[in-house]
């Protein structure tokens, strides 16, 4: 998943990505870096773009852009 500097959140192809070491949020917690923020909760995790309110949620049933 990923959120541009504009448009909706989508779908990418990142090789290595998975393997980056990024944060792990507990429920309740969230992680800003620049103009994105992430928020994690027992239903998923939310990701948005600041600026633009565009983003994603992901969890382990279903993953939605907007």
Same mark, same amino acid.
């Given at each position: 998943?990923?959120? /541009? =500097?504009? /448009?909706?959140g989508g779908f990418t192809c990142a090789?290595? =990505?998975a393997f980056v070491s990024s944060p792990v949020l &507990?429920? /309740?917690?969230g992680y800003r *870096? /620049? &103009? $994105?923020t992430c928020i994690s909760r027992?239903?998923?995790v939310t990701c948005t773009n600041d600026r633009t309110k565009h983003g994603f949620f992901?969890? &382990? *049933?279903?993953?939605?852009? $907007?």
């Open positions: 998943m990923m959120i /541009g =500097a504009t /448009g909706d090789s290595d =990505a &507990r429920y /309740g917690h *870096e /620049g &103009r $994105f027992p239903s998923g992901i969890s &382990r *049933e279903t993953t939605h852009v $907007f």
